[in-house]
């Protein structure tokens, strides 16, 4: 950046990054199968958005300053990733002029490419350059979901929030579009006077718009490099509580006293992941509660953690997605997979370190029911890969050429790689054998990216005296990384805190249905269990063969499961009933569907409802698919059969 001191991140980061770049392309593991650009020529390093809401037309008018650096000799042009974005010019920063552009595609389900002709100035390596794309996003944009204000809590006022990852970014900005490529950005968002902007960065104020009152310009930069799946905006109308000494959750100001409630131990959260993996080097760390549409459990974008109120039980019991999002500061946003086929490295490892955070506030017993519940999950998501004919995406490092990486998302990358790490933490001595590595790990990639090559090198480096001692040639490295379906290791759990739900699901599963053998449970059975126990009980009956209606009925009047709000529990009670096809549910299931759009709930249960009654499912979605983002919405037509 000419004319300016770099700051020690920035100096540290470029340096990284060339090394990077140089290391995989001798390697050969530069290329991402998802992505058009030509970032092996020419890298960008610095985005500057201006950016300016249009809630009427739902669209982004915007212009993005790409700063880049060309990598080689002779480089004659920059391509970047697109999709249905409209561009009106593209001009040379440096003095104004319009350069030519072209677009080519789109290419399958990625996208198009903007190749952009670079001045003839930019032919010797090293040449920095910086061009202007002026352009607008399409109302369809994949990454924007745009709300009336009637699907917001106050329903006052217009919303728009993002999500980027996987791939996204390219229908709301031109970047090179893979978690390879990290840059710092700087920008300007023109929203309406009355409303709340916030990014994943420093907010540095605001200002009157100089034309036109309605309207005020926030400016934000964040100065840590990150990929183009973590650029997040948010537009409301917000109000925020302070949590902690670096932290504030943000939502409409109808749940952001609860918000503040259930989050309150966001703080000790992040002096547990700090006592693992060392200083927390984003500033501040704040979350913020958006409507139920939102598609995921969290989002970790930098210094604003998205969470969907699925996660808000009124009780803390849900809130270790906090932990999860937390964690994901040092692995997946410091040390980032080079390509979605090494997204393990993100969630498996963050996975690991969510629970080793859960063990240091509430013990390793409730760090193993953790794990447990995983499994059971991980075992399902598998079995569903299967019966769909997809099992080579259950692979920890799977192919994915051609293959959106949004059609692989699952919870197998997550679990899968969370009991790879046990398994290695378990070879190597148990709790804590890995703290060490992991902080090693982070100071060595933090600022750029990974593949699962590079890990493994540097897992056996640094266990050098351990791998000369032969206690890793037990590891069938190649059947964990590359090999499809279940671990190839059974994880010795501590299964104290899961004994008595596995006790109270076979009791279920084998009594008979007289009057006098159901009215031996009650409400008390779960007396001393937690949310994560209950939800346990439940794991393992949806493991056995479908229940009666009759027992359902009787489960339902000792538990009250179908009048539970905590998210969790009524998902899997729904599963259980749509199981046995118990059809006075169906209401049930419908209502939780249509008012939450979290994939980890809506999925599987359209999936059941459309094994059960298809007319219903089929309808249920086609009535309410603007509810859901358009990923999801996409996701769910796949699941039950519905053409695009």
């Known amino acids: ?116 002709v670079l001045p003839s100035s930019c032919a010797a390596k090293g040449s920095e350059v910086a061009v202007i794309v002026q352009y607008s996003t399409s109302p369809s944009c994949s990454a924007v979901q745009w709300l009336e204000p009637a699907q917001t809590a106050g329903k006052q006022h217009p919303y728009l929030f993002t999500q980027c990852q996987p791939i996204h970014a390219r229908s709301m900005l031109p970047c090179q579009d893979t978690p390879a490529i990290k840059t710092t950005f700087t920008a300007e968002v023109t929203v309406p006077v009355d409303l709340t902007a916030l990014m994943g960065g420093e907010r540095l104020g605001s200002e009157p718009h100089p034309k036109d009152s309605s309207k ?38 109808e749940m952001v006293d609860q918000a503040a409630w259930e989050f309150e131990e966001t703080e000790k959260m992040l002096q547990a992941a700090e006592e693992i993996v060392g200083v927390y080097l984003w500033g501040h760390y704040d979350l913020l509660v958006l409507p139920p549409s939102f598609p995921y459990g969290g989002m970790e974008n930098p210094t604003l953690t998205f969470v969907s109120p699925t996660t808000i039980a009124g009780d803390r019991s849900l809130a270790a997605v906090v932990a999860h999002e937390i964690s994901h500061s040092w692995t997946g946003n410091l040390v980032t997979n080079l390509t979605w086929e090494h997204f393990w490295l993100n969630e498996g490892i963050t996975t690991y370190l969510e629970r080793k955070i859960i063990a240091k506030l509430y013990g390793e017993k409730e760090r193993h029911l ?29 192919t994915l050429t051609g293959v959106h990486p949004d059609d692989a998302y699952s919870s197998i990358p997550y679990e899968k790689g969370s009991i790879f790490m046990f398994y290695l933490e378990t070879l190597l001595g148990g709790p804590g054998s890995l703290d060490d590595f992991l902080k090693a790990y982070v100071q060595k990639y933090k600022y750029v990216t990974v593949t699962t090559d590079e890990w493994k090198e540097f897992f056996l480096s640094y266990f050098n005296k351990e791998a000369s001692e032969g206690l890793f040639e037990q590891v069938e490295w190649d059947k ?46 779960f007396d001393g269990m937690t949310s994560l126990g209950i939800q346990e009980f439940l794991n393992q009956l949806l493991a056995k063969s479908a229940l009666s209606i009759e027992i359902l009925k009787a489960m339902d009047a000792a538990y009250n499961f179908s009048k539970k709000e905590n998210s969790e529990i009524k998902f899997r009670w729904l599963r259980l ?24 709930f809506v999925r599987p249960l359209y999936k059941d409802l459309f094994a059960c009654d298809e007319g219903l499912a089929m309808l249920t979605f086609k009535n309410n698919r603007q509810f859901y983002h358009g990923v999801a919405a996409g996701l769910i037509a796949k699941d039950i059969g519905i053409n695009q």
């Open 216 to 253: 005020k310009v926030v400016r934000f930069q964040q100065t840590v490099p990150i990929p183009s799946y973590l650029i997040a905006l948010v537009v409301g109308a917000l109000e925020s509580r302070k949590i902690g000494p670096r932290s504030h959750v943000w939502s409409e100001k």
């Open 480 to 525: 964990w990384l590359y090999s499809p379906g279940m671990p190839p290791f059974i994880p010795k759990f501590d299964t104290s805190l899961a004994d008595a739900s596995a006790a109270l699901a076979d009791r279920w599963a084998h009594i008979g249905v007289s009057e006098e053998a159901l009215s031996q449970f009650s409400s008390s059975d």
């Open 577 to 600: 009933c749509l199981k046995s096809k118990w059809k006075a549910t169906f209401p049930l299931v419908v209502d939780f569907v249509t008012k939450q759009g979290r994939m980890k």
């Open 1 to 116: 950046v000419r004319g300016k001191v770099l700051s020690p991140v920035y100096t540290i980061w470029l340096a990284r990054l060339a090394t990077c770049i140089i290391a995989s392309a001798i390697n050969g593991d530069m290329s991402d199968p998802s992505c058009s650009s030509n970032y092996d020529d020419v890298v960008v390093t610095h985005l500057d958005w201006q950016v300016e809401t249009d809630f009427s037309a739902k669209e982004l008018h915007c212009a993005a300053t790409l700063k880049a650096r060309t990598q080689k000799e002779g480089v004659a042009k920059l391509i970047v990733d697109i999709h249905e974005l409209k561009v009106n010019a593209v001009l040379n920063a440096g003095n104004g002029q319009e350069l030519q552009f072209d677009v080519q595609g789109p290419v399958g389900v990625f996208g198009s490419a903007l190749h952009i």
């Open 370 to 398: 953790h794990a447990i519940n995983g499994w059971d999950h991980m075992k399902t998501a598998i079995e569903g890969f299967e019966h769909d004919n997809r099992l080579p995406l259950t692979a920890l490092v799977p």
